[in-house]
């Protein structure tokens, strides 16, 4: 005998959809990526050796950190804002050819310095 496949009780909503491992590892490899670019970007710029004099003439390390953690923090937030915004703006091929234009443009910018030195 063929029994029919059981269908779901009718409840309104649509099925939610499981988790699947390809999310997952999206959400791994975005916060990886992300957290490994911005640690190597921000490894010895002038906001880390400016945060580490304030630290080395403070009496209160703690407060340093805390005040340079909330500002990494609201950057981070301004830039994630402003990404979403450009997001729902621009299409991404847009916004990868004018990053492209961007940094393409300040290599050129510091090479001239270099060259005129």
Do not use: Y
């Amino acid at each position: 005998m063929n029994n029919p496949p059981t269908q779901p009780p009718a409840t309104g909503h649509p099925p939610k959809a499981p988790v699947t491992r390809r999310r997952e590892r999206s959400f791994w490899a975005t916060l990886g990526a992300t957290f490994t670019t911005i640690l190597l970007a921000e490894m010895g710029d002038k906001t880390q050796l400016a945060t580490l004099l304030i630290a080395a003439e403070s009496q209160s390390p703690w407060l340093v950190f805390a005040g340079a953690a909330a500002a990494l923090v609201s950057t981070s937030l301004i830039g994630v804002l402003l990404g979403v915004w450009l997001s729902r703006r621009v299409s991404p091929r847009t916004l990868d050819l004018a990053a492209a234009a961007i940094l393409l443009a300040v290599s050129v910018l510091l090479l001239w310095d270099v060259v005129q030195a």
